[in-house]
């Protein structure tokens, strides 16, 4: 059962990570497109890039749940409000690292034009972004340990 809880709790936390993503593109508030620029380094293409890069994201939300677990239940042995707020602090610091990372080596490096240009705007959607991951593993999971 547990197992389950962290695979759900991954999947559902990845899918509220992207529509936040996807809502700050549409809205032009950034492109926070983190869907295709991820496929599109696997496709080298914007066109093709959308399945990979869901595929990716989503194998990596499940990923970070079983990270984000693992670290919330060495630090928060008995569930409670901790575990929201342990999940909440992770989201802060990965999201802290992920920022980062977009602003001085994706940046860089990335084979497409459009996803080259980062600045603040970027950096604070993905900070965003993985803040509500992160509070959203550590709701499910402390929710999925009361089942």
Request: glycine share 10%; hydrophobic share 60%.
């Amino acid at each position: 059962m547990l197992l389950f809880t962290i695979v759900i709790a991954g999947l559902i936390s990845t899918v509220l990570m992207c529509v936040v993503l996807e809502t700050t593109t549409r809205l032009k508030l950034a492109n926070a497109d983190m869907i295709r620029a991820l496929g599109s380094l696997f496709t080298g293409k914007f066109d093709n890039s959308m399945k990979p890069g869901l595929i990716f994201m989503l194998l990596s939300g499940v990923f970070f749940g079983f990270v984000y677990y693992a670290i919330i239940n060495f630090f928060v042995p008995v569930p409670g409000i901790a575990t929201v707020l342990a999940g909440l602090a992770m989201g802060l610091f990965h999201g802290m690292v992920v920022s980062l990372a977009l602003l001085v080596i994706v940046a860089e490096h990335h084979p497409l034009e459009r996803f080259r240009k980062t600045g603040f705007q970027v950096a604070a959607a993905h900070l965003g972004a993985h803040v509500i991951y992160g509070f959203s593993v550590g709701t499910l999971v402390y929710f999925g340990t009361l089942l």
